[in-house]
């Protein structure tokens, strides 16, 4: 038996030019943490759905099993995601 969780499903809503952006999904890449990146500047539709969901225009827009996290903010991640 395992005590593995299963991972929360993370969503990234992003832009090319953001540096927190990179920031973010290069930190959840080195933890080997599965996320979805949705380039915002790209589908207008997503980042509709963004803004609907933080109420903020500014990315990143972290979406971590529902819970939203606004900016790169690691402390929040690694609560959301039991990351040591």
């Known amino acids: 038996m395992s005590d593995q969780k299963v991972q929360p499903k993370v969503v990234v809503f992003s832009t090319p030019t953001c540096s927190f952006c990179t920031m973010a999904k290069k930190y959840f890449r080195d933890k080997g943490i599965k996320f979805t990146d949705i380039d ?45």
């Open 40 to 84: 915002v500047s790209r589908d207008q539709a997503a980042a509709r759905d963004m803004v609907r969901r933080s109420g903020q225009m500014g990315v990143p827009v972290i979406d971590i099993g529902g819970k939203i996290i606004v900016g790169f903010n690691r402390p929040q991640i690694d609560q959301l995601l039991s990351i040591k």
